[in-house]
């Protein structure tokens, strides 16, 4: 009876460690079907999405997408939203979607924004430097993003602040970075964010930990504990 409990408790313990490595996994590591997307869209996995790059600044939209033959699906873009608080601390999230958003602060429930009717926008202001996580939800869907918040201050933020905007910079940018496996943060305390590159990176440079250590040191706008591991991309064929 013990050992098949015991059996039992390894084998949630792999799904568990199977889940968590796939969350942290880029898009870019599965095989997706090519689609063409309209406008001031782009691809994201199986599905478009409105570009960031055709959005104002501190501008978070708020919008449907089609979802195959099943309707439509909650999206937000950008996913993670990178201000500086001494230029302009004003957000505003704008709803092109067909229901009735609001948007509720994830982290301290100290903040929300009620009712942005279809078509409507609403803005806050955030005077403080560091990492927020919001819930957008329309109707019955909800959407997670990120807002980093940089300003003069952001080096006294605890490490483990520090870890989580960092990592959200990186992870929102999986398409620019090939080498890029997974990005953590939330380790033991002071450890700062974790990035692991794809393993064959060590046969193309002398000193690839070094190398990486450096190129993500200039990428991540402020001081953070970085460390480099080495890993095997999770590669999963979808639709082709």
């Known amino acids: 009876m013990r050992t098949m409990i015991l059996m039992i408790m390894i084998?949630?313990?792999?799904?568990?460690?199977?889940?968590?490595?796939?969350?942290?996994?880029?898009?870019?590591?599965?095989?997706?079907?090519?689609?063409?997307?309209?406008?001031?869209?782009?691809?994201?996995?199986?599905?478009?999405?409105?570009?960031?790059?055709?959005?104002?600044?501190?501008t978070i939209m708020i919008y449907h997408v089609p979802e195959n033959s099943a309707g439509t699906r909650l999206a937000i873009s950008p996913q993670t939203l990178v201000i500086d608080v001494?230029?302009?601390?004003?957000?505003?999230?704008?709803?092109?979607?067909?229901?009735?958003?609001?948007?509720?602060?994830?982290?301290?429930?100290?903040?929300g924004i009620d009712e942005i009717e279809p078509s409507a926008k609403k803005s806050i202001q955030l005077n403080s430097t560091g990492f927020y996580s919001f819930l957008v939800v329309a109707d019955v869907e909800g959407e997670v993003g990120r807002i980093v918040a940089l300003g003069k201050n952001v080096d006294?933020?605890?490490?483990?602040?520090?870890?989580?905007?960092?990592?959200?910079?990186?992870?929102?940018?999986?398409?620019?970075?090939?080498?890029?496996?997974?990005v953590g943060s939330g380790g033991a305390p002071g450890t700062g964010v974790s990035i692991t590159i794809n393993e064959k990176e060590l046969e193309?440079?002398?000193?690839?930990?070094?190398?990486?250590?450096?190129?993500?040191?200039?990428?991540?706008?402020?001081?953070?504990p970085i460390t480099i591991e080495f890993g095997e991309p999770i590669r999963l064929d979808w639709e082709k």
Request: hydrophobic share 35%; with cysteine; net charge negative.
């Open 86 to 111: 001494e230029e302009n601390n004003t957000i505003t999230w704008i709803n092109q979607g067909i229901f009735t958003a609001k948007v509720t602060d994830r982290e301290s429930g100290l903040w």
């Open 156 to 182: 006294s933020l605890s490490v483990g602040n520090r870890a989580k905007m960092a990592q959200a910079i990186i992870s929102d940018n999986f398409r620019e970075y090939p080498e890029l496996v997974g």
């Open 204 to 224: 193309l440079h002398e000193d690839a930990k070094s190398y990486y250590h450096e190129k993500y040191r200039k990428i991540i706008p402020f001081e953070v």
């Open 11 to 58: 084998a949630a313990a792999v799904a568990i460690a199977a889940v968590i490595l796939l969350s942290t996994s880029a898009d870019h590591e599965f095989q997706y079907r090519q689609i063409s997307c309209s406008g001031d869209f782009i691809q994201h996995g199986n599905g478009c999405i409105s570009d960031p790059k055709s959005i104002e600044p501190n």
